[in-house]
């Protein structure tokens, strides 16, 4: 079965850090421009990271450039994303998707919670 699963989440405090991880399952994230998102509930999908390009090139949302980090592995077949300095307003759940560079087919991963909370 085609898909992606999230893992990593969890609840830390202010200032703290955590790793999310996206693999896929029969889908090769390499072919794919990979994104991660975040929703609260009651509002709308939040890009927060992304590469843009085949080439690496990436966009980070304003609310978490220099704290968060996208990254790719693509001999695990995985898309991670690094936070650091973590805060309140950071909980959300978060959500890989993967963008077809030459369709318009997209994948969205079930999600996984991040909470940040003293």
């Known amino acids: 079965q085609v898909q992606l699963v999230e893992s990593g989440g969890g609840l830390v405090e202010p200032g703290g850090s955590l790793s999310l991880s996206c693999e896929g399952n029969?889908?090769?994230?390499?072919?794919?421009?990979m994104s991660w998102h975040r929703q609260v509930p009651g509002q709308g999908r939040e890009l927060v990271a992304a590469?843009?390009?085949?080439?690496?090139?990436?966009e980070y949302a304003d609310s978490v450039k220099g704290r968060f980090t996208i990254s790719r592995d693509n001999a695990k077949n995985t898309v991670s994303l690094q936070m650091m300095n973590l805060q309140p307003e950071d909980s959300a759940i978060y959500y890989c998707k993967a963008d077809s560079y030459y369709t318009t087919y997209f994948l969205w991963g079930r999600g996984t919670q991040v909470s940040v909370s003293s």
């Open positions: 029969e889908i090769t994230l390499s072919k794919y421009a």
């Open positions: 590469f843009t390009t085949q080439s690496g090139d990436t």
